[in-house]
């Protein structure tokens, strides 16, 4: 037969998970295992179950465990400079650690927090005043919270411009990548036949008409024949004879 | 022009290696390279920037100056005159400069309207930009230097 300590440190399982798994408060289970209650018959059972033990190599009535000792030059637990009176409501033995002043906020979350304004139809003023100081003061927690607020309100009119069937361009992989209205402004292009000027990033320029494009190239029929122009060349093209 | 443009820009110039070739090179964290150049907000902090202006042999400060026109604020500013209505001033890297109302705003481009005329200008080109008021309302197509 085991003392209960031994069998449940021999799982190693702590006081509070043999009294989750058996249902048996912790404090009773202290006194069982200091050997200040014996274990009723009543009890037995769960705990063998939860020890995965017989019933009958748990002792009933427990030895204690022997003391931990001390570490050298500290004291004794139990005893020291603890007052012995009974503690008063509100005094504590050792004064309370201050918890460290919040961090302030991120360079980062500062400069996200002025770019998402404008997109949230807000002034950087107005999202002081709606946290009641200037950014520069907001910890980083208040600053994460704003930030995720304005993310939230920005998903909220995205949702509503889905569902209201604008603005649901689909992102091309690369930035110079053609998208919705450019898609749409080069078919016209195409469609009409016009001649078009391209200016490139180098100061010439190529004039003719589409006859083909992708996503990151457009083809252009020109008098000395078919030029393909990478998106990334072109600075910016206009028709030849004007507006639309 | 943001700096992830830019740098994008540098590497074509320096035969379009690839990330991970200057990566390895340089010493920048693996998949960086391509969140700079790609992402539209400003991504890369300074010594990184750096590292790569002594890299592609350019003067550091004409990247780190681009990192605060990123093409997430180009968004902003251009949506923000086509819906108050005001024109838009566009530098670009080639020295022109354009004037106009914003008709569309794309990913890649946004096409203004100036004096009359639609002009689709490439968004990786722009160097800076700048608001006007509605008494500078004139549209305008210029010819000059962005700084």
């Not at chain 1, 990548?177 to 000027?197: A, I, K, M, N, P």
Request: charged residues 30%; proline residues 7%; hydrophobic residues 30%.
């Amino acid at each position: 037969m085991y003392n209960l300590w031994e069998i449940r440190k021999r799982k190693g399982m702590s006081l509070k998970e043999l009294s989750a798994r058996t249902g048996i408060p912790q404090e009773r289970l202290y006194a069982y295992e200091q050997g200040k209650e014996p274990i009723p018959y009543s009890d037995l059972p769960r705990l063998a179950k939860a020890l995965y033990v017989e019933e009958w190599e748990i002792k009933t009535l427990s030895d204690p465990p022997p003391q931990r000792k001390p570490p050298s030059g500290g004291r004794p637990r139990g005893q020291g400079k603890r007052s012995k009176g009974p503690r008063r409501k509100g005094q504590r033995s050792r004064p309370r650690r201050m918890p460290p002043p919040p961090s302030p906020a991120r360079e980062t979350q500062l400069a996200h927090l002025r770019q998402l304004a404008p997109a949230v139809g807000k002034t950087v003023e107005e999202l002081e005043q709606m946290v009641g100081k200037p950014l520069s003061e907001l910890t980083r927690r208040e600053a994460s919270r704003l930030l995720f607020q304005l993310q939230e309100i920005l998903r909220e009119r995205k949702q509503q411009a889905k569902e209201e069937g604008a603005h649901n361009r689909k992102r091309a992989y690369l930035p110079e990548g053609v998208d919705r209205f450019e898609l749409e402004y080069l078919t016209q292009l195409q469609e009409s036949g016009e001649l078009v000027h391209f200016h490139l990033f180098d100061g010439s320029e190529v004039v003719g008409t589409i006859v083909g494009f992708g996503p990151y190239a457009i083809t252009v029929q020109t008098e000395d024949g078919e030029t393909t122009l990478n998106k990334l060349a072109i600075a910016w093209y206009t028709r030849a004879g004007g507006n639309s | 022009m943001s700096s992830g443009d830019y740098l994008r820009f540098l590497r074509a110039l320096h035969g379009g290696k690839d990330f991970f070739t200057i990566e390895a090179e340089t010493g920048i964290p693996s998949g960086l390279m391509r969140q700079i150049e790609q992402r539209y907000r400003a991504v890369g902090d300074e010594e990184t920037l750096r590292k790569l202006a002594e890299y592609y042999g350019v003067d550091p400060e004409e990247v780190l100056w681009r990192h605060e026109w990123s093409r997430a604020r180009l968004t902003f500013a251009l949506e923000d005159a086509m819906r108050e209505d005001v024109p838009i001033r566009l530098y670009l890297r080639t020295g022109e400069t354009f004037t106009g109302k914003v008709q569309w705003v794309d990913l890649a481009a946004t096409c203004l309207n100036v004096d009359g005329r639609e002009i689709v200008i490439q968004r990786h080109w722009v160097d800076k930009w700048e608001l006007l008021p509605e008494e500078e309302e004139e549209s305008t197509g210029e010819q000059g230097s962005p700084q």
